[in-house]
């Protein structure tokens, strides 16, 4: 659990009851323990959409520093997250084709940050994250995307697979960044595109892999087989910009 802003937590059970009640972006419920008001807050937060979490005593007492926590914590949002349809109107509110970018499984929010850094700087769309197994728009990928996080629409899905089926009927052609893909340079990426940014340690799951319609590699050329996530999307990313405007 990554240690959050303290602005970006609040605890106590009737603090998390109105923040779910009202229109507050809670990014993620943490609770400890079964029963009572605590039922009700799981109720409340699956009818919101938002991601709970089991944790022990040990880790409530140190997100909260040890705050009154009563069993139950909640980490807010820092942006709001949009649809994946609001991520597609954004290319057609431009005249361009679409250029987003997902990451599948990015649980260290540094490496997200970077990636909605470049995402930004890279005149991307918009990125499609999972609810499951990755990092969301906490304080910390707020400061590590030097506030990019306030203006790339993020989109935070259920079903990954079921978002790519989304972007596939909208005329996105997904690519996936593999080992075993072909060379980065030598693949058109002029169209509506979506790149796939695997896990820090994994890469990409197999169910998103299959879906891809194209897989891309980077040239390793040392003794190390891979690069850090963040660093491998910046350069995936500026090779679709590179040829973009060489199109143009």
């Known amino acids: ?32 323990g079964e029963g009572g008001l605590t039922g009700k807050l799981r109720s409340l937060a699956r009818q919101k959409g938002t991601v709970v979490k089991e944790v022990s005593r040990k880790k409530l007492d140190q997100l909260t520093d040890n705050g009154a926590h009563q069993g139950i914590a909640a980490v807010l949002a820092c942006a709001e997250y949009v649809t994946v349809e609001e991520i597609l109107e954004v290319s057609v509110k431009k005249g361009t084709q679409p250029f987003i970018i997902i990451c599948d499984g990015i649980e260290d929010p ?36 030097a506030g990019a996080a306030s203006w790339v629409p993020v989109a935070r899905v259920p079903n990954l697979a079921a978002a790519i089926e989304t972007l596939k009927d909208n005329g996105v052609w997904i690519y996936g960044t593999d080992m075993n893909g072909t060379d980065y340079t030598a693949t058109d990426l002029t169209g509506g595109i979506a790149l796939v940014i695997g896990s820090e340690g994994a890469g990409m799951s197999r169910l998103i892999r299959e879906k891809c319609d194209f897989l891309l590699r980077l040239p390793m050329n040392g003794k190390i087989t891979s690069l850090n996530a963040s660093v491998a999307a910046g350069i995936f990313m500026y090779e679709a910009v590179r040829q973009r405007q060489a199109s143009l």
């Open 1 to 32: 659990m990554d240690n959050e802003n303290n602005e970006n937590i609040i605890w106590g059970k009737n603090p998390v009851t109105e923040a779910l009640r009202s229109d507050a972006e809670v990014d993620t419920i943490y609770i400890c």
């Open 110 to 145: 540094h490496n997200l940050g970077a990636i909605i850094r470049t995402a930004e700087t890279a005149g991307a769309d918009g990125v499609i994250i999972p609810k499951r197994r990755s990092a969301s728009l906490n304080a910390t990928v707020h400061k590590t995307s």
